[in-house]
């Protein structure tokens, strides 16, 4: 799309966002390691590379620059035309999500600009599709990439459909994970009933993402329709472990199987490191592998070498699928989880004034 043409297309839940596309992006050649203060990368200037990143990571912004580096080919692979948020830590402070790009932004980074009808205002996101980008928002201090479902050029279509496995509060990090593991099996057995297959990655925190890409005839409505059947089908293989309840409390110590990132959420990028002790990376693997994997396996000290030369979550992901008509019917009478918890929360606070009152006239 050409640089400055504007469009408008109509998104889901009958929003109007208008978008227009910034300079496009560039291939990128992986160069030499910055050795020194100064020394820049890609024309980049790196600065201040010796500074711990931050409070736990055991790594340097130097550490960051040199794994972003070495992962700049798959993880623009899986940024690429996808307006950007990053999580951002500057030395002392805590971390911050980053979706505008800063005033002083080089007018080489590709943008795109989404109007905001609850704020009523231009949202300038950054598209990652080149290694300069990459760098630059390394030597920000960019620390994690959490893309959107949508590409720029098609605001109105989601690319995959997203499972995020959240094992419940109160577990180490090993447990939950293990947990984790098990209802990705729900999930998958849930897919292949019908007749859909997906790719899976640690969410670089304890959790598992489950991804499944879908054609470009899928309306987000549906697609959100479709996620929601999934993850009932999946909660109801073992209900004792799995648990669409969108309300901590409501959980009871299970794993949450959250359908509600597709529609607007974005989510954590494959390979993109975490702001976690000893910062762990988003990983993928291969569905034979995750019984025998922990999330420490994968840090921006360790993802490189069990890389390779390769992009596994390219490998690993099917063929874009179609979603039949009865899933997505199924789906659509399913509530919107965000919305039935906003209503039920409502239920509660009711009824807990109603008690509370009964009380008083008691007393």
Known sequence: MAAGRLHRRRLWEGSWWAVRIGVAGVGSVRGMVAKKEGESRDGVKLTNLDQPLFDGAG???RDLVDY????????????????????????????FMQKNVPKY?????????FWAETSKRDVSYALCNDRKTLLWFGNQRAIEYHPTLVTADRPDHVTHLVLDLDPPEGVDVDRGFG???QVAHLVRRALDDLGLAGAVKTSGAKGIHVFV????QVAIEDAAAATRAIAHR???????????????????GKVFVDSTRVGGATVVAAYSPRVRPGVPVSFPLSWDDIDDVKPGDFTIH??????????PWAGHMPEPQGLSAELVEEGHAIPVARVAAMHEGKRRARAKRQADKADDDKG
């Open 59 to 61: 790594a340097t912004k």
């Open 68 to 95: 972003l580096d070495a992962v700049s080919d798959p993880i623009i692979a899986a940024l690429r035309d996808r307006p950007l948020s990053v999580v951002r830590v500057h030395r002392g402070q805590e971390a």
């Open 105 to 113: 932004t080089p007018d080489w980074v590709p943008t795109v600009k």
């Open 234 to 252: 999946a909660e109801a293989l073992d209900p004792d472990v799995a648990t669409t309840a969108f309300v901590k409390d409501d959980r009871h």
């Open 302 to 311: 360790s993802a490189v070498e069990r890389l390779g030369d390769g992009d």
């Open 179 to 181: 947990l984790a593991v």
């Open 213 to 216: 890409p879908v054609d470009d």
